[in-house]
Structures are given as C-alpha cells and as structure tokens.
C-alpha cells in the first residue's frame, strides 16, 4: 500500500539553525500539506501546497517558514532561523482530489 | 482556536464492548469530518469520514454518526479490541477558496481496550 514518507524522524538543531524537513507524498498525489504537533497539543494546520504554490497557510506560518516541491517526488518545509518553541512533530500530508488526507509518520523537531 | 473539541481525553473499555468516541465543533462551515487513529512515533492513520450532508457512515467495525443540530459527531467502535488502543483524533474539514482541504483537529481521545 502506497504510503507516505518523512525524513529524518528525528531533527535536532540549535536555535538560530535553518532546518529543512523532508516528505516524499504518494506518487499521484496532487495536494501537499504540513502540520505540526507540539507536544500534548492539538495537530495544527501549516500549510498546503498545489500546482507548485501555497494555496492556504494557517498565521503560524510565517516568514521563517516555506515549502517546496524541489522535483517531482519531494515536498520539503524549511524553517531558515529555528525558535525553541518550534520543536514539535511535523507531519506531512496528501491527498488526490478527495478531501481525504494521509500522513507520513512525522519528523521530531527538536530545537535546544 | 477551539473549533473541534473532544472533551474525554481517555477512555477505558473492555475487549469486545463498544467504544463511543466522541467529539464537537462550532462551525457549521465544515464539510466532511473526519477520525482518524494514532499510535505514539507514528503518523494520524485515516479510519472512517462522513459527509456533512450525511448521518451515518459504517465501514467494518466503525460506525460514524453525526448529529448537525448538535454540532456532534461520534465514532463507535464495536467490538472493541485490544489493537484499537491508540489515540483517536476527529478532524473537521474546511474547503479553502483554492479548492484545497484544510483539517482542524481535536485534541484527541486515548483509548485503552483491556483484554
């Protein structure tokens, strides 16, 4: 069964660092979507990603963030400067044209 | 942002009883809703959704009933087993003006099924 895939599962960066998530989304897939879970929080909405630009981005989203579709297998989210208060798990997400959505198992970020 | 809220954050049901999930939201924008199951170190895994226009959908095992008027929606798991022990999030789905899909999540519902 196809499934999607993260890498690395476990992220560990100074703050300051620029980190770069990686997702490879089930191949006929047409829609792309971050999420992250800080822990005992709620999985919160990013961003998603369709025809090679951001179609909706949630206000955590900001300028540190950004995604891209560098080939046509990849789905990455790069943060340029990390916070403390962005370690969490980000969990990739696609889906075909139904509303239906599958996540990867999700990258642990931790900032220190 | 308290638009989906599961108010049980555990529950504890004897294999072989039925599990009743459940779960509320505010906004009667949301078009489909969503369960999915979570096991630690892995990612949300889709169980069962529903349609807004809808009541009722069953697949296998899961049943997924929702109430408009009372902004209620909840799973029912019968029979229960050991292997459904995971945390279930219910998800609210938003049809974005690009046509995309964006989910809001409850907080989640551990469920323990003791043999």
């Known amino acids: 069964e196809p499934e999607v895939t993260q890498t690395p599962s476990h992220q560990v960066t100074q703050m300051g660092q620029e980190v770069i998530l990686r997702c490879v989304p089930i191949s006929n897939h047409l829609y792309f979507y971050w999420y992250r879970q800080i822990l005992g929080q709620k999985v919160e909405f990013l961003v998603s990603f369709y025809n090679n630009e951001i179609s909706e981005k949630s206000e955590i989203f900001d300028d540190q963030f950004s995604v891209e579709r560098p080939d046509g297998s990849n789905f990455t989210l790069k943060i340029r400067s990390t916070k403390l208060e962005d370690s969490a798990m980000y969990f990739c997400?696609?889906?075909?044209?139904?509303?239906?959505?599958?996540f990867g198992p999700g990258t642990r970020l931790t900032v220190l | 942002d308290q638009q989906v809220k599961q108010n049980s954050p555990s529950l504890s049901v004897q294999e072989g009883r039925i599990s009743i999930l459940n779960c509320d939201y505010t906004n009667s924008m949301f078009d489909y809703f969503l369960w999915y199951k979570k096991y630690p170190a892995e990612g949300p895994t889709f169980l069962i959704s529903?349609?807004?226009?809808?009541d009722k959908n069953e697949d296998g095992r899961f049943t997924v009933f929702l109430n408009k008027s009372a902004k209620h929606l909840s799973l029912h798991i019968v029979p229960s087993q050991p292997g459904d022990s995971a945390v279930y999030f219910c998800?609210?789905?938003?049809?974005?003006?690009?046509?995309?899909?964006?989910?809001?999540f409850g907080t989640g519902t551990r469920l323990k099924v003791l043999a």
């Open positions: 997400a696609s889906s075909a044209r139904s509303y239906t959505q599958y």
């Open positions: 529903i349609s807004s226009i809808k």
């Open positions: 998800a609210a789905s938003a049809t974005t003006t690009s046509g995309t899909y964006k989910y809001i």
